[in-house]
């Protein structure tokens, strides 16, 4: 619902009604889990001539798409004019910053599994230590992603590998997915998204300090109040306007990979300027992530940080109502751990704890950290995106004939 300046939604009958047969619309959705949604396929040199050196992978399902599952059809059916835009153009960003750093994981860990081929010699598996990312085009949910990842660097214990993602130019020929072999021969769009992903050995390290007090201890007497999925599941697309016009909707939708449960601040946050507001999300695995991928678990975590940040931002602005643009620019992901410990193993629920500092030049700032079930201050999330709100608010008139 964005980009329209003075808007109005008006309705032949009244909203309540409008919004009581969209709910008895609804239907579950399918939800894939890890190994179909973040499946990839590597695709051989003799089809892409990028050079040598070059490793090309393909996603096989379609990115999900915020807002997408909510009955729309049914709230506007007796909509009095144009149909307002619900969502951005794009899909998730969050599908393919965790794709992309995959590829680059799957292309080392091919390289890992020649060497101790050829030399008899296990060594530990490199876990992915940052990922730098930045969005160039909105991805398209029709058609595959495709990563080509290149060297920078491989060294004993420390590699870089840089990621570019492009789709095709067309839609694939099955667009519900998955996707077949024959899309990675389609000509290829402009780079979408391109990251520097940042791999580092298991190491020992001297001293291991962290604040003493984790999010679950800050927050305890939040927390307590309910059971982790006692809490409302994230909304599919958390902005003020369509919060509202879905308020009986509750549900994960088909959102992929995990369980998201989003913790009522509200009264925390009551008495707080903007940049003191916490934000706290509550996940773990739909289904179980096998245990020893644990670049596999490390990107699901950058998946998750990156789920309706900014959008919250503009409701703590006042922008939810008449939000023009918001999109990420740039997403920074650090894990400060060995790998295995960003395994999300058993039955325990993780922590994103989310602030937002900065709001300048029509651009905002959002920090996350990442504590495990046990309190630990497993990775950190920086991300710089656009945040504009519309000239004038959307409106909604009821006209009851």
Not at 69 to 88: A, Q, T
Not at 168 to 180: C, D, I, L
């Amino acid at each position: 619902m964005s980009g329209q300046k003075g808007a109005m939604v008006e309705f032949r009958e009244t909203l309540e009604e409008a919004q009581q047969r969209a709910m008895a619309s609804c239907r579950e959705w399918p939800r894939m889990d890890f190994q179909d949604f973040m499946e990839l396929v590597q695709v051989p040199e003799n089809i892409h001539s990028q050079g040598p050196g070059v490793k090309r992978y393909m996603s096989r399902q379609p990115a999900w798409m915020a807002g997408n599952e909510l009955p729309w059809d049914e709230l506007f059916r007796n909509l009095k004019g144009p149909r307002p835009r619900h969502s951005g153009l794009g899909v998730f960003g969050g599908c393919v910053y965790a794709q992309a750093p995959l590829a680059a994981a799957r292309a080392i860990e091919e390289e890992e599994r020649r060497q101790t081929a050829a030399t008899g010699l296990v060594k530990p598996v490199p876990g992915i230590h940052s990922i730098q990312g930045i969005f160039t085009v909105p991805g398209l949910g029709d058609r595959p992603f495709v990563f080509d990842v290149t060297n920078i660097i491989s060294g004993r214990s420390f590699f870089g590998r840089q990621v570019n993602v492009r789709q095709p130019k067309q839609p694939s020929s099955n667009p519900g997915g998955p996707f077949p072999d024959s899309d990675a021969e389609l000509p290829l769009g402009d780079i979408c998204f391109s990251c520097i992903t940042t791999f580092k050995r298991p190491a020992e390290g001297v001293d291991d300090v962290q604040s003493p007090i984790s999010a679950q201890k800050r927050y305890a007497n939040i927390l307590s109040q309910r059971a982790p999925d006692e809490w409302e599941p994230a909304p599919q697309s958390d902005i003020d306007i369509i919060t509202s016009l879905f308020k009986d909707f509750k549900g994960h939708g088909g959102f992929p990979l995990l369980d998201m449960h989003k913790v009522d601040m509200s009264e925390y946050n009551s008495d707080k300027e903007v940049p003191d507001r916490i934000q706290l999300m509550l996940y773990r695995p739909m289904k179980p992530i096998p245990k020893d991928d644990v670049n596999g678990h490390i990107v699901c975590h950058a998946f998750e940080a990156d789920r309706n940040g900014l959008i919250m931002l503009g409701n703590h602005m006042g922008y939810g109502f008449n939000m023009d643009k918001a999109a990420s620019l740039s997403y920074s992901f650090y894990v400060h751990t060995n790998p295995d410990e960003a395994v999300m193993d058993g039955d325990g629920w993780w922590i994103q704890e989310i602030n937002w500092p900065r709001v300048s030049a029509n651009r905002c700032m959002m920090e996350s950290k990442i504590w495990s079930p046990e309190g630990k201050h497993v990775a950190s999330a920086y991300q710089d995106g656009m945040l504009v709100p519309a000239k004038e608010p959307m409106e909604v008139k009821e006209s009851k004939l």
